[in-house]
């Protein structure tokens, strides 16, 4: 599971994409008691999620006219220009060019091979999210149409490592990514491959787990306030019980309430 001892390939960041910045902040608050705390007039409308005082995710408006609701995770480099280099002789192409946050850090936007959105976050001041697992991020999970393309494509712009999990009634392989060298310690994410019919749009793309204590209590809260339930809570085994789910504006995300092997 996910960890704040950030190193570079490990997911850092994330941030939402939304038309409606004060909706938005009162869904998630009412999902993860989350508070939305603005960056100031400089920062464009973009702020923090905080809980209990710590940053757990962030959120901005929209930039783009075709741009759509969506959270977009990052992944620590230590160099987003080398990075940005790697992306595209792989087969990527780069979304916004590395630019620099005040002394923050930097940052840079890609897409895959597959379509899927990601970014990158080179630390400055701000090293990463100050709280991942109870009561936010705590996996990452790639839905792609070619999970072999994706696992190559990966591995030259971070250096991963893979483990191939069998899934029930020969359904294929569940791909477990790790930091390189990190071994099953060091796995931060997974890889899945389904099929387009399954995947918004026809193609991939990445999804935040967050850890709940509930999570059949906060899927109902999250349909009360106009999310909607894709997969129900379902529980699996090693893991723990989780959720698919979209919020009011379309923007995909998960829950996990982790077994007790997992926490």
Known sequence: MLTSDYVPGAPSWID????????????????????????GPEAGGY?????????????????????????IVYF???DADATTKAVEQAGGSVRFAPMDV???????????????????????TVKGLERVGGGALCWTEL????????KRFYDSVFDWDYEDMPLPDGAGNYVVVSRSGGGQEGSHGGIMQLGTEMLPDGFGY???????????????????????????????????????LK????????????????S
């Open 16 to 39: 939402l994409g939304s038309r409606d910045i004060e909706s938005a902040a009162a869904f998630y608050k009412a999902l993860f008691d989350w508070d939305f705390r603005s960056a």
């Open 47 to 71: 702020g923090m999620f905080q809980l209990a005082g710590q940053t757990v995710a962030a959120m901005g408006p929209l930039q783009g006219d075709n741009a759509k609701p969506a959270w």
């Open 76 to 78: 620590e480099t230590s």
């Open 102 to 124: 005040f002394d923050k850090g930097r940052l840079a936007g890609f897409t895959d091979p597959d379509g899927a959105d990601f970014a990158v976050w080179q630390p400055g």
């Open 143 to 150: 839905y792609t149409t070619n999970a072999e393309q994706a």
């Open 206 to 244: 990445w999804q935040p787990y967050f850890a709940v204590a509930d999570c059949d209590a906060v899927a109902a809260i999250a349909v009360e306030k106009g999310g909607a339930v894709l997969m129900p809570c379902t529980d699996m085994e090693g893991v723990g019980r989780m959720a698919l």
């Open 247 to 262: 919020d009011p504006e379309g923007a995909f995300f998960a829950l996990l309430t982790p077994s007790e092997s997992m």
